[in-house]
């Protein structure tokens, strides 16, 4: 029953995301290790890209990992890291992009796109609620058609 529960309990830590900090990059300010991860957690790894550079094993990673415990060691508040790193890497580097001028297409559109949808949907359906389209049979076309299906006049 214990290697049991031993096992359960490993397998279960093991599916933990695991954050690829290496023990030598640890501040030892445990505030301002918190800070750093939570800065880490929000900048994206220019290699992975779809990683934060908390998560990423890469050496750019590692190194802005260094750069943002370095930045906060020297004083810098969370947002002066954040923009030092922008300015170096552009807001690319943000997982989480600045809602700004240039940014409004990005948080926009998938609104736009809905609106856009919605409305193709009510014209389609608009056009197609209106009825037959064409003009009506003639007499001699609706005898045929009769004809055709069996029908007696």
Same mark, same amino acid.
Do not use: H
């Given at each position: 029953?214990?290697?049991?529960?031993?096992?359960?309990?490993?397998?279960?830590?093991?599916?933990?995301?695991?954050?690829? &900090?290496?023990?030598?990059?640890?501040?030892?300010?445990?505030?301002?290790?918190?800070?750093?991860?939570?800065?880490?957690?929000?900048?994206?790894?220019?290699?992975?890209?779809?990683?934060?550079?908390?998560?990423?094993?890469?050496?750019?990673? +590692?190194?802005? +990992?260094? $750069? &943002? +415990?370095? +930045?906060?060691?020297?004083?810098?508040?969370?947002?002066?890291?954040?923009?030092?790193?922008?300015?170096?890497?552009?807001?690319? &580097?943000?997982?989480?992009?600045?809602?700004?001028?240039?940014?409004? #297409?990005?948080?926009?559109?998938?609104?736009? $796109?809905?609106?856009?949808?919605?409305?193709?949907?009510?014209?389609?359906?608009?056009?197609?609620?209106?009825?037959?389209?064409?003009?009506?049979?003639?007499?001699?076309?609706?005898?045929?058609?009769?004809?055709? #299906?069996?029908?007696?006049?």
């Amino acid at each position: 029953m214990r290697s049991r529960l031993l096992a359960l309990l490993l397998l279960a830590v093991s599916a933990l995301p695991a954050g690829a &900090v290496n023990p030598d990059e640890v501040l030892d300010d445990p505030a301002l290790e918190a800070r750093a991860r939570t800065l880490s957690a929000e900048l994206r790894c220019m290699v992975c890209q779809n990683q934060s550079i908390d998560d990423s094993n890469a050496e750019l990673a +590692r190194d802005l +990992r260094l $750069l &943002v +415990r370095e +930045r906060l060691k020297n004083g810098d508040s969370d947002a002066a890291v954040i923009d030092y790193v922008v300015s170096r890497y552009g807001e690319f &580097v943000l997982l989480n992009p600045r809602l700004r001028g240039e940014t409004l #297409l990005l948080w926009g559109a998938p609104a736009l $796109l809905l609106v856009c949808g919605a409305a193709a949907m009510a014209l389609f359906m608009r056009r197609r609620a209106g009825g037959a389209v064409g003009a009506p049979l003639s007499t001699e076309e609706q005898a045929e058609l009769d004809r055709l #299906l069996g029908k007696e006049p």
